[in-house]
């Protein structure tokens, strides 16, 4: 099992460009999530999909979209990136709700936005 | 609004002794709590988890106590080992959203051999 898989695991952007980052589970998990890492802090959670078809809000969607491609694959897309979004993206997933079932995160993509 | 902080931004311990990191939190309606530790480059991972019912939880080599009374919570590491620097996270799931986890701001162990 690989786990949860980041593409790409670095980026560097111009102001205004856009790009979607890709996330993969293989353990059969309902939910994933989406979190943002500025420097010096812990982790903000910008959405998450409790299950196949469904996304939701975390505390800092602004700026992003979200897909729920099917049950692997999460991806996170930025429309028109801002040097406020540069930070290290993780992707995560558990097998049901957080309350009680373990979080697996990925190894992250570290984002730049010039 | 309420969040999650932590009392101490580092660390620092003898390879051998026993390490004591907290945090504290000021959502009362939390009821469920995870400690993550995150290696540099990586993820965090899951350490231990504790809920609001209980005051005491128990893993291999570490204990996470919860104190609703003055809202903290602690995790002590025995026989701290190099392979423990990291940076620890607590993190709180905020009711009603099982989904949504709050992370403090981290607290750097380092170990020193």
């Known amino acids: 099992n690989a786990g949860v898989t980041q593409t790409p695991k670095f980026q560097v952007l111009k102001t205004g460009q856009s790009m979607t980052l890709q996330c993969a589970q293989d353990m059969n998990h309902n939910s994933m999530y989406w979190y943002r890492q500025d420097p010096g802090m812990g982790l903000r959670l910008i959405y998450y999909?409790?299950?196949?078809?469904?996304?939701d809000k975390g505390e800092v969607p602004n700026g992003y979209n979200v897909s729920r491609l099917n049950k692997r694959e999460f991806s996170l897309r930025l429309e028109s990136a801002a040097p406020s979004q540069t930070s290290v993206y993780f992707c995560?997933?558990?097998?049901?709700?957080?309350?009680?079932?373990?979080?697996?995160f990925g190894p992250g993509t570290r984002l730049t936005v010039l | 609004g309420e969040s999650v902080g932590l009392h101490l931004p580092t660390l620092s311990v003898q390879e051998g002794d026993n390490s004591i990191i907290n945090c504290a939190y000021s959502?009362?309606?939390?009821?469920?709590f995870i400690w993550y530790k995150q290696e540099s480059g990586k993820g965090p991972q899951f350490i231990i988890d504790?809920?609001?019912?209980?005051d005491k939880r128990q893993g291999q080599r570490v204990t996470v106590l919860l104190n609703k009374t003055v809202k903290h919570l602690s995790l002590q590491i025995a026989a701290t080992q190099p392979g423990d620097s990291a940076v620890y996270f607590c993190a709180e799931n905020i009711l009603p959203h099982n989904n949504d986890m709050r992370f403090g701001a981290g607290t750097r162990l380092t170990v020193k051999p």
């Open positions: 995560a997933s558990s097998e049901g709700p957080l309350s009680g079932n373990e979080q697996f």
């Open positions: 959502n009362s309606a939390s009821d469920y």
């Open positions: 504790i809920r609001s019912n209980m």
């Open positions: 999909s409790a299950s196949e078809g469904t996304t």
